[in-house]
């Protein structure tokens, strides 16, 4: 008898399932950990930012900071501060704040009732915007012709920041019209701006992907002989869609993930009192509990909407799912003879804008607080007096330069993981 190989052995102890939620785990655990071990690699005195966020006035005195130190168990180290950190979690307790000396663990979880509330809230907007995009595939595929998606308005509300489109809703809705209120969270009308903020980025998203999906449903044989046998054109629709909707349940899920990262900048925006503002106020004052309880509630909903994306998927797919027959819909769409028109004239104004405005300073205030727009000054000029087509220009560059190393990086690190299992 041969002896079994381990790849054998491995397949036999029927773990591969469980390799996504191992995967998840360690993920959390390893991000928890770093995070726990923040102060100390930051090579700032975890004490000195504790007493600046209490008192900006005392002095730092060496016998302050030994105070300090010993009242919140510093010297005990990064391990030991860590291990007793997770044993007080396990037992239901994530430790005081730094700053105020108030249970964590409450206020986290209040905040994060918050932050699934704009969640869901921004959830419908992105559904409601994928709607409106896929209606005119939908339309022409029932009536039978091949049409590519839209990509360009699917593209254009993606490349929308939350924080920016966040400002101009606040700006124009809140402040201009004051139809709705500014900031803060004490009724529905303070969710609308803030769930737009949020939901029309992740909707554009939505919106590109599912009409790819559904152009591609569209050309497969079934349509046409469900046409043929006088089925209802809503019928087709709703066939159509559960034909799609299996192959983009994973992105969907990691849509519904990226949605606490768009929450942060939302919240903050508004003064929403929600989990992602409340993180980002315990990193910026070192508060370690607040900022290890709040990326643990954090990865935890991520954990869960991705699980639940991948639930579906199966329920969907049912026996297909357990027997690895998987169908994937095959298009070939045919490039369009102008489909080059908007790419180009939008990459032609990008340069010229930059081209333009590279070689003027973005920091001067030389010109009078928002000075129109003239000649001299093409954009006019900022609350104060600094030139606005400078500032675009040099912002542009750094924001596509960061975007050019993230998604290298991000594409790296995508194909490592991806080919680990294989």
Partial sequence: MTTATPLRLWRSLRIEPFIPLLSRL???ACVVVLVGLLPW?????????????????????PEALAAIRAQLGLDLGPVEKLQSWLMGLLQGDAGNSWISGAPVLPGMLKSAQVSLTLMAFGMLVAVVTATLICVPV???????????????????????????????LLVIFAAWLNWLPPYGWRGLSYAVLP????GLPAGGLLGR??????AATFTERWVATWNVAGFSRSRITLAALRRTLPSLMPQVGMVMVALTGGAIAVEQVFSIPGLGRATLGAASAQDMPALQTGILILLIIAIVLGSLANIGR??????AFRLGALPVAQHEQSVQRWAWVVPAIAIGLLVVLVAAGIGRDPF????????????????????????????????ALSTMGMATVVVFFSLLLGLLIGLAPG
């Fill in 26 to 28: 360690i993920t959390l």
């Fill in 41 to 61: 690699l930051s090579g700032r005195d975890p004490a000195l930012s504790i007493l600046r966020a209490r008192s900006a006035e005392q002095e730092a005195t």
């Fill in 138 to 168: 939908v339309r022409r595929g029932l009536n039978g012709q091949v049409s590519r998606s839209s990509g360009a308005m699917g593209a254009a509300l993606t490349a929308l920041p939350e924080f920016l489109l966040a400002s101009i």
């Fill in 195 to 198: 769930a737009v903020a949020l």
């Fill in 209 to 214: 992907l599912f009409s790819d999906g559904l």
């Fill in 314 to 319: 199966a329920l969907l797919l049912g026996r």
């Fill in 364 to 395: 001067s205030s030389a010109f009078m607080r928002l000075q129109p727009p003239s000649l001299a000054l093409p954009l006019g000029a900022d609350g104060t007096g600094r030139d606005i087509l400078a500032r675009v220009a040099h912002g």
